[in-house]
Protein backbone atom coordinates (compact mmCIF):
# COMPACT_ATOMS: atom_id res chain seq x y z
CA UNK A 1 0.00 0.00 0.00
CA UNK A 2 1.28 3.74 -0.49
CA UNK A 3 0.54 6.36 1.40
CA UNK A 4 0.50 10.02 0.46
CA UNK A 5 1.17 13.32 3.18
CA UNK A 6 -0.85 15.53 2.30
CA UNK A 7 0.89 18.87 3.17
CA UNK A 8 4.70 17.56 4.73
CA UNK A 9 4.35 20.43 7.39
CA UNK A 10 5.22 20.11 10.65
CA UNK A 11 1.88 17.52 11.47
CA UNK A 12 2.87 16.10 8.20
CA UNK A 13 6.09 15.32 7.85
CA UNK A 14 6.78 14.08 11.43
CA UNK A 15 3.94 11.12 10.74
CA UNK A 16 5.32 11.12 7.76
CA UNK A 17 9.34 10.46 8.50
CA UNK A 18 7.73 8.07 11.47
CA UNK A 19 6.01 5.70 8.78
CA UNK A 20 8.85 5.78 6.06
CA UNK A 21 11.01 4.60 8.99
CA UNK A 22 8.65 2.05 10.25
CA UNK A 23 9.13 0.35 6.69
CA UNK A 24 5.61 2.57 4.37
CA UNK A 25 6.07 3.27 0.94
CA UNK A 26 5.23 6.68 1.04
CA UNK A 27 5.12 10.00 -0.94
CA UNK A 28 5.41 13.57 0.41
CA UNK A 29 2.93 16.42 -0.91
CA UNK A 30 3.65 19.67 -0.36
CA UNK A 31 3.15 23.65 -2.36
CA UNK A 32 4.19 27.40 -2.16
CA UNK A 33 6.99 28.25 0.43
CA UNK A 34 6.70 24.45 1.74
CA UNK A 35 7.75 22.78 -1.65
CA UNK A 36 10.70 25.63 -2.13
CA UNK A 37 12.06 25.09 1.25
CA UNK A 38 11.96 21.04 1.06
CA UNK A 39 12.69 21.14 -2.25
CA UNK A 40 15.93 23.24 -1.50
CA UNK A 41 16.94 21.85 1.59
CA UNK A 42 15.00 18.78 2.36
CA UNK A 43 13.35 18.22 5.91
CA UNK A 44 14.35 16.76 8.98
CA UNK A 45 12.60 15.38 12.26
CA UNK A 46 14.51 15.68 15.57
CA UNK A 47 12.70 13.81 18.23
CA UNK A 48 13.94 12.06 21.79
CA UNK A 49 12.96 8.59 22.24
CA UNK A 50 13.62 7.43 25.33
CA UNK A 51 17.22 8.06 26.58
CA UNK A 52 18.37 8.95 23.00
CA UNK A 53 18.13 11.81 20.61
CA UNK A 54 16.52 10.56 16.87
CA UNK A 55 17.02 12.45 13.56
CA UNK A 56 15.19 12.04 10.83
CA UNK A 57 16.37 13.51 8.02
CA UNK A 58 14.78 14.01 3.77
CA UNK A 59 16.00 15.62 1.32
CA UNK A 60 13.78 17.07 -1.66
CA UNK A 61 10.99 15.18 -0.90
CA UNK A 62 8.19 14.19 -2.84
CA UNK A 63 6.12 17.88 -3.90
CA UNK A 64 3.55 18.71 -6.22
CA UNK A 65 4.50 20.79 -8.76
CA UNK A 66 1.78 23.23 -8.73
CA UNK A 67 -0.61 25.04 -5.86
CA UNK A 68 -3.36 23.06 -7.11
CA UNK A 69 -1.30 20.15 -8.08
CA UNK A 70 -2.29 17.24 -4.93
CA UNK A 71 -2.55 14.30 -6.91
CA UNK A 72 0.99 14.16 -9.05
CA UNK A 73 3.44 13.24 -5.99
CA UNK A 74 6.60 11.75 -6.83
CA UNK A 75 8.65 9.85 -3.63
CA UNK A 76 12.49 11.25 -3.40
CA UNK A 77 15.39 8.54 -4.03
CA UNK A 78 17.12 10.89 -1.41
CA UNK A 79 17.75 8.58 1.88
CA UNK A 80 16.10 8.99 5.27
CA UNK A 81 18.52 9.11 7.84
CA UNK A 82 18.02 8.20 11.32
CA UNK A 83 21.07 8.78 13.83
CA UNK A 84 20.96 8.18 17.17
CA UNK A 85 23.04 9.41 20.56
CA UNK A 86 22.87 8.47 24.42
CA UNK A 87 23.49 11.97 26.44
CA UNK A 88 25.96 12.13 28.77
CA UNK A 89 23.58 11.69 31.95
CA UNK A 90 20.98 8.87 30.73
CA UNK A 91 18.36 11.25 31.76
CA UNK A 92 14.66 10.81 30.74
CA UNK A 93 13.62 12.93 27.72
CA UNK A 94 12.70 16.42 28.17
CA UNK A 95 12.02 18.41 24.93
CA UNK A 96 11.85 17.51 21.64
CA UNK A 97 13.75 20.41 20.55
CA UNK A 98 17.34 18.91 21.75
CA UNK A 99 19.77 18.74 18.24
CA UNK A 100 21.87 15.71 18.69
CA UNK A 101 23.37 13.01 15.62
CA UNK A 102 26.06 10.42 16.15
CA UNK A 103 28.94 9.09 13.98
CA UNK A 104 27.65 5.57 14.12
CA UNK A 105 23.57 6.40 12.58
CA UNK A 106 21.14 4.06 11.78
CA UNK A 107 20.11 4.42 8.30
CA UNK A 108 16.94 3.62 6.05
CA UNK A 109 16.64 4.47 2.67
CA UNK A 110 13.20 5.26 0.97
CA UNK A 111 12.91 4.88 -2.61
CA UNK A 112 10.08 4.28 -5.29
CA UNK A 113 10.62 0.77 -4.13
CA UNK A 114 9.34 1.50 -0.63
CA UNK A 115 11.81 1.56 2.56
CA UNK A 116 14.84 -1.06 3.29
CA UNK A 117 15.54 -0.63 7.20
CA UNK A 118 18.44 -2.87 9.61
CA UNK A 119 17.64 -5.33 12.08
CA UNK A 120 17.37 -2.98 14.46
CA UNK A 121 14.33 -1.08 13.00
CA UNK A 122 10.98 -1.27 14.91
CA UNK A 123 9.04 -2.12 11.36
CA UNK A 124 6.14 -4.35 10.69
CA UNK A 125 8.15 -7.35 10.43
CA UNK A 126 9.92 -7.60 13.36
CA UNK A 127 8.64 -10.16 15.38
CA UNK A 128 7.08 -9.27 18.90
CA UNK A 129 8.83 -11.05 22.04
CA UNK A 130 7.28 -13.48 24.20
CA UNK A 131 5.96 -13.41 27.30
CA UNK A 132 8.06 -15.42 29.14
CA UNK A 133 11.10 -13.16 27.43
CA UNK A 134 9.69 -9.88 28.75
CA UNK A 135 9.47 -11.70 31.93
CA UNK A 136 13.02 -12.80 32.25
CA UNK A 137 13.86 -9.18 30.73
CA UNK A 138 11.86 -7.19 33.28
CA UNK A 139 13.27 -9.53 36.00
CA UNK A 140 16.66 -8.54 35.68
CA UNK A 141 15.74 -4.72 35.92
CA UNK A 142 15.68 -3.95 39.73
CA UNK A 143 14.11 -0.73 39.42
CA UNK A 144 11.71 -1.89 37.82
CA UNK A 145 10.57 -4.70 40.08
CA UNK A 146 11.06 -1.77 42.76
CA UNK A 147 8.66 0.58 41.11
CA UNK A 148 6.13 -2.24 40.34
CA UNK A 149 5.88 -3.22 44.04
CA UNK A 150 6.43 -0.07 45.20
CA UNK A 151 3.00 1.22 43.20
CA UNK A 152 1.48 -1.74 44.45
CA UNK A 153 1.63 -1.28 47.81
CA UNK A 154 0.46 2.57 47.40
CA UNK A 155 -2.38 1.20 45.88
CA UNK A 156 -2.95 -1.05 48.86
CA UNK A 157 -3.04 2.57 51.43
CA UNK A 158 -4.62 4.50 48.56
CA UNK A 159 -7.26 2.21 47.71
CA UNK A 160 -8.35 1.30 50.74
CA UNK A 161 -8.72 4.93 51.87
CA UNK A 162 -10.71 5.59 49.10
CA UNK A 163 -13.03 3.03 49.56
CA UNK A 164 -13.41 3.32 53.00
CA UNK A 165 -13.38 6.97 53.46
CA UNK A 166 -17.19 7.63 53.00
CA UNK A 167 -17.95 4.82 55.60
CA UNK A 168 -15.25 5.76 58.11
CA UNK A 169 -16.87 9.62 57.99
CA UNK A 170 -19.87 8.66 58.68
CA UNK A 171 -19.55 6.03 61.17
CA UNK A 172 -16.71 8.12 63.45
CA UNK A 173 -17.81 11.29 62.69
CA UNK A 174 -21.79 10.68 61.74
CA UNK A 175 -22.11 13.18 58.95
CA UNK A 176 -24.91 12.82 56.65
CA UNK A 177 -24.57 10.73 53.13
CA UNK A 178 -25.07 13.91 51.13
CA UNK A 179 -22.19 15.99 53.15
CA UNK A 180 -19.76 12.59 52.79
CA UNK A 181 -20.51 12.01 49.07
CA UNK A 182 -19.54 16.05 48.26
CA UNK A 183 -16.31 15.85 50.67
CA UNK A 184 -15.51 12.43 49.04
CA UNK A 185 -15.99 13.56 45.38
CA UNK A 186 -14.58 16.95 45.60
CA UNK A 187 -10.75 15.65 47.66
CA UNK A 188 -10.25 12.67 45.75
CA UNK A 189 -11.82 13.97 41.95
CA UNK A 190 -9.95 17.48 42.01
CA UNK A 191 -7.75 16.59 44.86
CA UNK A 192 -6.71 13.58 43.10
CA UNK A 193 -6.24 15.20 39.85
CA UNK A 194 -4.29 17.73 40.75
CA UNK A 195 -2.03 15.25 42.24
CA UNK A 196 -1.12 13.44 39.26
CA UNK A 197 -0.71 16.72 37.64
CA UNK A 198 2.00 18.05 40.26
CA UNK A 199 3.34 14.57 40.26
CA UNK A 200 4.25 14.57 36.88
CA UNK A 201 4.76 18.11 36.51
CA UNK A 202 7.71 17.94 39.80
CA UNK A 203 8.78 14.45 38.50
CA UNK A 204 9.84 15.86 34.98
CA UNK A 205 11.39 19.16 36.36
CA UNK A 206 13.71 17.02 38.83
CA UNK A 207 14.17 13.89 36.55
CA UNK A 208 16.16 16.77 34.40
CA UNK A 209 18.95 16.72 37.12
CA UNK A 210 19.25 13.37 38.04
CA UNK A 211 16.89 9.92 36.65
CA UNK A 212 16.40 9.11 40.43
CA UNK A 213 14.28 11.71 41.00
CA UNK A 214 11.06 9.77 38.98
CA UNK A 215 11.43 7.98 42.13
CA UNK A 216 12.27 10.14 45.04
CA UNK A 217 9.36 12.16 44.37
CA UNK A 218 7.27 10.28 44.75
CA UNK A 219 8.90 7.80 48.06
CA UNK A 220 8.68 11.70 49.65
CA UNK A 221 4.98 11.65 48.65
CA UNK A 222 3.87 8.91 50.33
CA UNK A 223 6.15 9.94 53.66
CA UNK A 224 4.74 13.53 53.75
CA UNK A 225 0.92 11.86 53.29
CA UNK A 226 1.39 9.24 56.33
CA UNK A 227 1.09 11.69 58.98
CA UNK A 228 -1.76 13.61 57.73
CA UNK A 229 -4.05 10.14 57.33
CA UNK A 230 -2.89 8.99 60.55
CA UNK A 231 -4.90 12.40 61.34
CA UNK A 232 -7.45 11.99 59.54
CA UNK A 233 -8.08 8.54 61.22
CA UNK A 234 -7.53 9.46 64.95
CA UNK A 235 -8.76 13.45 65.03
CA UNK A 236 -11.78 13.74 66.81
CA UNK A 237 -12.06 16.71 65.70
CA UNK A 238 -14.58 16.43 62.59
CA UNK A 239 -13.53 19.97 60.62
CA UNK A 240 -9.78 19.36 61.41
CA UNK A 241 -9.64 15.86 59.90
CA UNK A 242 -11.47 16.66 57.09
CA UNK A 243 -8.58 19.09 56.85
CA UNK A 244 -6.16 16.47 57.45
CA UNK A 245 -7.91 14.54 54.40
CA UNK A 246 -7.20 16.92 52.16
CA UNK A 247 -3.25 15.92 51.30
CA UNK A 248 -3.54 12.20 51.64
CA UNK A 249 -6.43 12.35 49.43
CA UNK A 250 -4.29 14.43 46.49
CA UNK A 251 -1.05 11.91 46.79
CA UNK A 252 -3.01 9.29 46.23
CA UNK A 253 -2.09 9.65 42.21
CA UNK A 254 1.15 11.66 42.97
CA UNK A 255 3.34 8.44 41.57
CA UNK A 256 1.18 7.63 38.45
CA UNK A 257 3.14 10.06 35.78
CA UNK A 258 6.57 9.06 37.49
CA UNK A 259 6.45 5.41 37.32
CA UNK A 260 4.66 4.78 33.87
CA UNK A 261 7.30 7.42 32.38
CA UNK A 262 10.45 5.30 33.81
CA UNK A 263 8.51 1.82 33.18
CA UNK A 264 8.18 2.52 29.87
CA UNK A 265 11.60 4.00 29.46
CA UNK A 266 13.53 0.11 31.14
CA UNK A 267 12.03 -1.67 28.60
CA UNK A 268 12.51 -1.60 23.99
CA UNK A 269 9.59 -0.96 22.14
CA UNK A 270 8.31 -3.71 21.45
CA UNK A 271 8.39 -4.95 24.76
CA UNK A 272 6.29 -1.99 26.52
CA UNK A 273 2.38 -3.16 25.78
CA UNK A 274 3.51 -6.29 27.54
CA UNK A 275 4.97 -4.56 30.72
CA UNK A 276 2.44 -2.30 30.85
CA UNK A 277 -0.12 -4.95 31.42
CA UNK A 278 2.39 -6.51 33.84
CA UNK A 279 2.67 -3.53 35.53
CA UNK A 280 -0.99 -2.40 36.03
CA UNK A 281 -1.98 -6.53 36.95
CA UNK A 282 0.25 -6.03 39.90
CA UNK A 283 -0.96 -2.65 40.83
CA UNK A 284 -4.85 -3.71 40.50
CA UNK A 285 -4.49 -7.19 42.38
CA UNK A 286 -2.59 -5.78 45.17
CA UNK A 287 -3.93 -2.36 45.31
CA UNK A 288 -7.79 -2.54 43.93
CA UNK A 289 -8.48 -6.39 45.08
CA UNK A 290 -6.40 -6.84 48.18
CA UNK A 291 -6.23 -3.32 49.88
CA UNK A 292 -10.39 -2.61 50.41
CA UNK A 293 -10.51 -6.30 51.32
CA UNK A 294 -7.91 -6.09 54.03
CA UNK A 295 -9.49 -3.13 55.45
CA UNK A 296 -12.64 -4.46 55.51
CA UNK A 297 -11.38 -7.64 57.17
CA UNK A 298 -8.88 -6.05 59.70
CA UNK A 299 -12.40 -3.59 60.93
CA UNK A 300 -14.44 -7.60 61.70
CA UNK A 301 -11.43 -8.66 63.27
CA UNK A 302 -10.61 -5.37 65.42
CA UNK A 303 -14.65 -5.12 66.09
CA UNK A 304 -14.51 -8.82 67.45
CA UNK A 305 -11.98 -8.75 69.47
CA UNK A 306 -9.89 -6.19 69.97
CA UNK A 307 -12.41 -2.95 70.61
CA UNK A 308 -13.61 -3.01 74.74
CA UNK A 309 -17.26 -1.71 75.43
CA UNK A 310 -17.43 -2.88 78.49
CA UNK A 311 -18.37 0.38 80.18
CA UNK A 312 -20.61 1.32 76.82
CA UNK A 313 -24.53 0.46 77.08
CA UNK A 314 -25.47 -2.30 75.15
CA UNK A 315 -27.37 -0.90 72.58
CA UNK A 316 -24.44 1.56 71.78
CA UNK A 317 -21.93 -0.93 71.90
CA UNK A 318 -21.93 -2.52 68.39
CA UNK A 319 -21.84 0.67 66.62
CA UNK A 320 -18.90 2.12 68.61
CA UNK A 321 -16.87 -1.25 68.39
CA UNK A 322 -17.31 -1.26 64.52
CA UNK A 323 -16.55 2.71 64.10
CA UNK A 324 -13.58 1.85 66.12
CA UNK A 325 -13.14 -1.07 64.26
CA UNK A 326 -13.00 0.96 61.21
CA UNK A 327 -10.94 3.65 62.69
CA UNK A 328 -7.51 0.92 63.24
CA UNK A 329 -7.96 -0.80 60.51
CA UNK A 330 -7.34 1.98 58.84
CA UNK A 331 -4.69 3.05 60.83
CA UNK A 332 -3.16 -0.55 60.17
CA UNK A 333 -2.97 -0.25 56.72
CA UNK A 334 -1.83 2.96 56.22
CA UNK A 335 1.47 2.28 57.93
CA UNK A 336 2.13 0.48 54.77
CA UNK A 337 2.99 3.41 52.96
CA UNK A 338 6.40 3.01 54.99
CA UNK A 339 7.24 -0.07 52.87
CA UNK A 340 6.10 1.96 49.50
CA UNK A 341 8.76 4.45 50.29
CA UNK A 342 11.41 1.65 50.99
CA UNK A 343 10.62 0.29 47.48
CA UNK A 344 10.27 3.81 46.08
CA UNK A 345 14.04 4.52 46.96
CA UNK A 346 15.34 0.89 46.59
CA UNK A 347 13.94 1.98 42.69
CA UNK A 348 15.87 5.08 42.89
CA UNK A 349 19.25 3.38 42.94
CA UNK A 350 19.09 1.62 40.01
CA UNK A 351 16.90 3.34 38.00
CA UNK A 352 20.14 5.16 35.78
CA UNK A 353 21.67 2.33 36.10
CA UNK A 354 19.18 0.58 34.16
CA UNK A 355 18.04 2.88 31.81
CA UNK A 356 21.36 2.76 30.43
CA UNK A 357 21.35 -0.95 30.37
CA UNK A 358 18.15 -0.60 28.11
CA UNK A 359 20.50 0.06 24.96
CA UNK A 360 23.17 -2.22 25.57
CA UNK A 361 20.95 -5.51 25.13
Known sequence: MKIAILGSGAVGGYFGARLADAGEDLAFIARGRQLARQSARGGELIEPVEQEL??????????????RASSSASTSN???????RSPANAALPKSPSLT?????????SVGSAGVRSDS????????????????????????????????ALWCFVGYGMTQWAAPFLI?????DVKVVGTIVGLFFGIGGGAGALIGGLLGSHLGALHPRYYMLAPMVASLVALPFALGFYLI??????IACFA???MTTTFFFANC???????????????????????????????GPTTVGLLSDFYRRAWIDTSSIAPEAAQYYAGAEGLRWALVTCSVVSLWAAFHFYLASRTLKEDLVRVYET
Not at 100 to 108: D, E, G, H, K
Not at 171 to 175: F, M, S, T
Open 236 to 241: HSTPLA
Open 54 to 67: ERHQWANVAAASSP
Open 171 to 175: RVHGL
Open 247 to 249: IPS
Open 78 to 84: TPLRSAR
Open 120 to 151: RASGPNTVAPTVSEVFRFLSRRRSFVHLTVAS
Open 260 to 290: LAAMQSLVPVRMRAMTSAIYLSAVTIIGLAL
Open 100 to 108: SSAPNARRT
